[in-house]
């Protein structure tokens, strides 16, 4: 029996590169800033989380999510 399961695709497009990326570098700016005991700092970071995800959904919805019609991925 060789099921084949198609690779959904998910993680592997612009718009979660681009969530991602702009997530991992708040969480960092976050963490030293909360070792440093810089508040502020710490809720920019977290405004800044949040603004990761409403990008990587914004792009999703633009067409350059997993399944939209501006990505074309990779041929293995």
């Known amino acids: ?3 084949s399961i198609g690779d959904p695709g998910h993680g592997h497009s ?3 590169w681009t969530a991602v990326v702009i997530m991992l570098f708040a969480l960092s700016i976050g963490t030293v800033a909360f070792y440093l005991e810089v508040v502020w700092l710490v809720w ?3 405004v800044l989380v949040v603004v990761g995800a409403l990008v990587g959904l ?3 919805r633009l067409g350059w999510g997993a399944n939209g019609p501006k990505y ?3 041929q293995h």
Do not use: I, N, Q, R
Request: hydrophobic residues 55%; proline residues 13%; neutral net charge.
């Open 1 to 3: 029996m060789t099921d």
């Open 14 to 16: 612009p718009a979660a």
């Open 44 to 46: 920019a970071s977290v």
């Open 58 to 60: 914004v792009l999703s």
């Open 72 to 74: 074309v991925p990779k």
